[in-house]
């Protein structure tokens, strides 16, 4: 078999043909970009690209080049019960509520007439999520029925531009600036972005004629990544910002196994099966100590699990010590019973 692999600086593609290399799998470097891509893929027998969110050009066609070539019996990964809800929790919130997952419960309207009238009955605080994004961006809590008629009203006008805004870019580079993980380097881009947006971080469109709340659930100072590869799990918990609500791209992150209970484990192990995942990464959360599903995403930053200390098979049997998920991901392809 042979594997057609999109590299790219910086992403899974680098572990994916080191993994290839070291296992003597047979592999070819192609690129998703050009025009011949299918002809580039004639002589093998899978396509794998690590694509990004926050790729104007990915947002384009990724998700439809994978899944053409999945229809051509090719095997891709991510394929396409992996990668059709990635990067949108509005497909995700009909996934997790079709297979009646534990999800926090989530609202979404389509007009302005349906979200008043919710506005009008709900209470507060509520979370406000566009339905793409990653690290917290664009997630602001609502706390009260002035701000989420702001909200609703922007949302079906002028709508929201999907990019970083700039001050909040700034105060998170600050953030991480002050406790160690950036440098001040990092500290003057985020001040150049007053100035200038630069395109790979825009979207080519602006998000509206839609709304999405979720129900804000109190006294979580944390949450917990479980990401589940071809019948194995990881997980780190990310600790909320400081006087914050979110955890996800915190950066304050506790990997000891005591931190992670086996009903967590559990729930992911069996909602990706459901899903019929390669790789899920599922943010979780607790209400009355049962866990919650907020969202999933196939993708994720590779250096912030390199300090877990072990995985979980589907048994729940742990495994102590370093280990490869991206091989996983090679290997998930390579199987053609899964």
């Known amino acids: 078999m042979k594997i057609g692999i999109h590299s790219k600086t910086g992403n899974f593609s680098e572990r994916w043909i080191k993994y290839c290399e070291e296992k003597g799998i047979k592999y070819k470097i192609v690129n998703c970009y050009d025009n011949d891509i ?126 970083h805004p700039p001050l909040e870019f700034f105060k998170e580079t600050w953030r991480n600036y002050k406790l160690g993980k950036n440098q001040l380097s990092h500290v003057k881009t985020a001040l150049k972005r007053f100035i200038y947006i630069p395109k790979r971080h825009r979207k080519p469109v602006i998000e509206r004629d839609y709304i999405y709340f979720q129900e804000f659930i109190p006294d979580n100072y944390f949450d917990i990544r479980v990401i589940v590869i071809y019948g194995r799990a990881f997980a780190i918990k990310r600790m909320v910002r400081e006087n914050d609500f979110r955890a996800s791209g915190s950066g304050d992150i506790q990997y000891s196994i005591e931190n992670f209970n086996e009903e967590t484990i559990q729930l992911a192990f069996s909602t990706a099966k459901k899903i019929g995942s390669q790789c899920a990464g599922f943010d979780i959360i607790y209400q009355d100590k049962k866990p919650l599903i907020v969202e999933v995403s196939f993708a994720f930053t590779a250096e912030v699990y390199e300090k877990c200390e072990g995985y979980w098979d589907e048994n729940l049997n742990f495994y102590k010590g370093q280990f490869n998920p991206y091989g996983w991901m090679v290997d998930s392809v390579l199987d053609e019973n899964r």
Request: net charge positive.
């Open 38 to 163: 299918i002809d580039q893929l004639r002589d093998c027998d899978a396509l794998m690209w690590h694509h990004y969110e926050y790729s104007k050009i990915d947002y384009l066609f990724a998700k439809q080049l994978l899944f053409a070539i999945q229809v051509s019996g090719k095997k891709v990964f991510p394929n396409f019960n992996t990668n059709w809800h990635y990067d949108d929790k509005i497909g995700q919130k009909y996934l997790f509520e079709s297979i009646d997952a534990p999800l926090v419960p989530t609202y979404i309207f389509y007009s302005k007439e349906d979200a008043f009238r919710w506005l009008n009955e709900t209470n507060f605080p509520k979370v406000f999520k566009l339905r793409n994004g990653a690290g917290s961006w664009n997630v602001k809590i609502v706390k009260n029925r002035k701000i989420g008629y702001h909200l609703v009203n922007k949302a079906f006008d002028k709508g929201f531009e999907h990019t």
